[in-house]
């Protein structure tokens, strides 16, 4: 005959064969208690016996905190238990020192990166520098017809 029995560790009542000792019984019901550091319910079955204060469990649910190495309040990408990180959000920032725009993780700071871009400033014989942004500009290399003065060949 079936009978109602509470289990002595999570005092949760189970039905279970008249003759079955209910402490030899393992307890199959969900946890569900709401975590307190990250609000997320434990998936785990009833472990009232072994760690009730869920000290030891690690929640592998999406994280919901933002990332704190974050100006753009991008969501942290990880896993609960995990620490945060730095944010590895790919956005576009201005850098300070050229005024381009460049592709880069989030937490990356612009004045850091080196700009690889095209150089925009003119020469002071009015050609555009044809080095990279980060180069210094040099001499101009362009070849450009010139009116000898004294024989006047070209």
């Known amino acids: 005959e079936r009978v109602m029995k509470q289990l002595p560790g999570c005092k949760h009542v189970v039905e279970m064969a008249c003759n079955n000792d209910p402490s030899k019984f393992r307890c199959t019901r969900s946890c569900n208690t709401r975590l307190e550091k990250c609000g997320h319910l434990c998936r785990l079955t009833c472990h009232v016996s072994e760690d009730p204060h869920h000290l030891k469990y690690l929640c592998k649910q999406n994280c919901a905190r933002k ?10 990408t990880k896993k609960c238990y995990e620490p945060c990180g730095l944010c590895m959000f790919r956005v576009e920032k201005k850098l300070p020192k050229c005024g381009h725009k460049a592709m880069m993780y989030c ?7 080196v700009c690889q871009k095209k150089c925009e400033k003119l020469l002071n014989c009015g050609h555009k520098c044809k080095n990279t ?18 024989c006047k060949h070209k």
């Open 67 to 76: 990332n704190a190495s974050c100006s753009e309040n991008h969501p942290c």
């Open 133 to 150: 942004c980060f180069q210094k500009c040099g001499g101009c290399n362009v070849l450009v017809m010139k009116t000898l003065p004294g």
């Open 107 to 113: 937490s990356d700071h612009p004045s850091r990166l």
